[in-house]
């Protein structure tokens, strides 16, 4: 799925991060599987990765793209939510269908244990759920930074 993979080369570049997946998905029955299983093992390798997450910056965007403007925010605070507020117009962009992407960050946010915060306008389809994967990899990129300042948790709470 050729536009999938663009999108996952978004999250790579924008959010500075060295990903490699390989996915043997059942391609041949459809594409929910595939997606749905790519993004838990992606929010999973996220969860074990940030540890106790001592240090990180823990929240993180808002990114414009020609038409369309999309919101991202995250907070990898163990706590597994998601609000959408995007719709599209077309049932596919590329071989992707468009309700696979509420899944996919939905799929994300439970096995991260992180809250998104998903919003995006705009006419062009492709130009908004671009925008939304570069606006989740740069929001990655905020919250997984190290605050230079601190070693400590960022929580009141003592957990995370």
Known sequence: ??????????????????LNINVKGDLHIDEHHTIEDT?????????KALGDKRGIERYGFCLPMDDCLAQVAIDFGGRPWLVWETEFKREKIGEMPTEMFLHFFKSFS??????LNIKAEGDNEHHKIEAIFKSFAKAIKMAIRKD????KLPSTKGTL
Do not use: E, V, W, Y
């Open 39 to 47: 993004a838990l093992a992606l929010g999973d390798a996220f969860n």
């Open 1 to 18: 799925m050729a536009f999938f993979d663009h999108m996952l080369d978004q999250l790579a570049r924008h959010g500075l991060i060295d």
């Open 110 to 115: 439970d096995t991260a244990k992180c809250n």
């Open 148 to 151: 230079p300042f601190s070693d």
